[in-house]
């Protein structure tokens, strides 16, 4: 059963010594089917005005976030795995090798859940960045 969402998503990426963050807020939904978690929202891109829609499903050892509209790509994250991927950049889309090192699942009382991953980018075998995800539904009351 979907149910109303409060999604939050922070995201970090260390890329030869530099920094970069993301943070954003959105309503949307939150469910369990299968036996994984799924998160779905809606954002608006700050250039275009654009929407893209965002599904992300996972357990405790994989994640795939699908992203449709404005930016389009799919990325999949599967623990101790080295994985091939299409990652959207504001330069386009790049097919790139993504190893996850963590995939930490905390579900919550109320269904509320928190989902942190961190993993690797690689391209043509060199690593290019170190990321971080973390992403915490909290339904509505």
């Known amino acids: 059963m979907e149910e109303n969402a ?3 998503i922070f995201g970090l990426q260390k890329v030869e010594g530099t920094t970069d963050n993301i943070e954003m807020l959105a309503a949307g939904k939150h ?4 036996n ?4 779905l929202y809606e954002n608006i891109e700050e250039d275009s005005e654009e929407k893209t829609s965002n599904i992300i499903k996972f357990n405790d050892e994989m994640v795939e976030i699908i992203r449709r509209g404005a930016i389009e790509g799919r990325l999949l994250l599967e623990q101790n795995a080295m ?5 959207s950049t504001p330069m386009g889309d790049m097919l790139v090798e993504v ?3 963590e ?9 509320n859940v928190d989902l942190k991953v961190k993993y690797q ?3 043509n075998g060199n690593k290019i960045s170190d990321n971080e995800l973390e992403i915490h539904a909290t339904h509505h009351q």
């Open 31 to 34: 469910y369990i089917k299968k």
């Open 99 to 101: 190893m996850t090192e």
């Open 83 to 87: 994985r091939q991927s299409v990652y």
């Open 36 to 39: 994984k978690h799924y998160i």
């Open 103 to 111: 995939v930490i699942v905390e579900e919550q009382e109320g269904g």
């Open 6 to 8: 409060v999604i939050k």
């Open 121 to 123: 980018i690689h391209i």
